[in-house]
């Protein structure tokens, strides 16, 4: 069965400093991989996604991923914090097999101090 | 295009009655699946349907629940006699196609309170 780990419920970084959000994965085979951002009392917001070709993948709001096959990470990243990065992010995994549905992780708060 | 819409935004029940939470997908979307988010918890999965038919029903609860997709209007996720434990935020996303390598579009959610 497949698997999202996010290690850290709560990240917390200045403005202007870079920000890191942990997630690993367990899946048979590749994964599809995504990240999403949920704002309090709102949906979730499709962020980037990994499906093949380069490791390192750009998404919006500046952020981006990179997909670490040997660590089985993908892990998200920005260079530089904004205090409205602040929300609850999500990384989710599907396999390529099709027959599954996208499992989530349980979410880190991101906290971004002034 | 809109996107994808659920209703009501707020529910609340007392034990024991029934809740219907109600999601239109995005135009052009046939595919649409249901989540639920537990306090503290990120979301599960519950069932994905398309039109008419129930694909994967692997994370619904075998008593009290389901979920429909007819061939027109949204499609319906139903609670019968509602507990407290069913207190949660409900979400709806949807697809153009199936399981695949597109990324799944979410509503607002529906939060539903039982007293």
């Known amino acids: 069965a497949q698997s999202v780990a996010q290690p850290e419920d709560q990240v917390n970084v200045a403005e202007g400093n870079p920000l890191t959000v942990k997630c690993t994965y367990s899946?048979?085979?590749?994964?599809?991989l995504f990240w999403y951002v949920q704002y309090p009392n709102r949906g979730l917001q499709f962020l980037l996604k990994?499906?093949?070709?380069?490791?390192l993948v750009k998404g919006s709001y500046g952020f981006e991923a990179e997909f670490n096959k040997s660590q089985t990470s993908f892990h998200l990243k920005k260079p530089s914090a904004l205090v409205s990065d602040s929300a609850l992010y999500f990384c989710a995994v599907r396999d390529r097999s099709g027959n599954t549905p996208l499992v989530f992780g349980k979410g880190t708060r991101l906290s971004v101090i002034a | 295009n809109a996107g994808v819409m659920q209703n009501p935004r707020h529910l609340v029940r007392r034990r024991g009655q029934e809740a219907r939470l109600r999601c239109s997908p995005m135009k052009g979307h046939s595919h649409v699946y249901w989540y639920r988010q537990l306090p503290e918890e990120g979301l599960k999965f519950m069932v994905y349907?398309?039109?008419?038919?129930?694909?994967?029903e692997s994370g619904m609860p075998k008593e009290r629940f389901s979920a429909e997709f007819p061939k027109e209007g949204p499609s319906i996720l139903r609670i019968q006699q509602v507990v407290r434990g069913d207190s949660a935020a409900y979400f709806c996303?949807?697809?153009?196609?199936?399981?695949?390598?597109?990324?799944?579009?979410f509503g607002e959610g529906s939060r539903l309170t039982v007293l």
């Open positions: 349907l398309q039109k008419e038919n129930i694909i994967d």
């Open positions: 899946v048979s085979g590749n994964p599809y």
């Open positions: 990994y499906i093949t070709g380069d490791n």
């Open positions: 996303a949807s697809s153009p196609a199936g399981h695949n390598t597109g990324e799944l579009f």
